[in-house]
């Protein structure tokens, strides 16, 4: 093996670019480099974020104001088809027994019943919030449940 032999594989080749070569290459006269200016001479280099000398768009946009967004805390969805799983009948669907079988994680906020699936095991649901879907579904099936 020798260094003129290996080829690099982990991209597509890409043609250099063929600059001054007539008109008709598309890359003729100024070189794709336009008329005058700082772009079209030697040794220029563009500036991140530099917008040849107007007001910059980061400088434009108001920096103010606040978000909730970062504090908000979010709930782990948990549908009616993942408790007929988990749980047999008589049992507790809250936090720490949705923790201990693994649905959700113990630093979670709390959790949300979504309505995919049926459930037709009699069990207690100690839910955070609850779709509406959810709840009538629960209801037709005459099983407890609380939103805390």
């Known amino acids: 093996m020798e ?11 890409k043609r250099r670019k063929r600059v001054g070569r ?14 005058k200016g ?13 917008e040849g000398g107007q007001l910059p768009q980061y400088r434009k946009l108001p920096g103010r104001g ?3 967004l970062r504090f908000q805390k979010k709930l782990d969805a948990i549908n009616l088809s993942e408790i007929e799983v988990l749980f047999n009948d008589g049992d507790v669907v809250n936090m720490q ?31 955070n919030a609850m779709s509406k879907k959810a709840e009538e579904k629960l209801k037709q099936a005459q099983i407890q449940f609380t939103v805390v």
């Open 3 to 13: 260094l003129h032999s290996l080829t690099n594989t982990s991209r597509p080749y």
């Open 22 to 35: 007539g008109m008709g290459s598309g890359l003729g006269k100024t070189c794709g480099r336009g008329h």
């Open 38 to 50: 700082a772009g079209s001479r030697a040794g220029y280099k563009t500036r991140a974020r530099y």
């Open 66 to 68: 606040f978000s909730n």
């Open 97 to 127: 027994t949705l923790i201990a079988a693994g649905a959700i994680k113990a630093s979670s906020h709390g959790f949300k019943v979504l309505s995919e699936g049926q459930l037709t095991k009699k069990v207690r649901i100690e839910a």
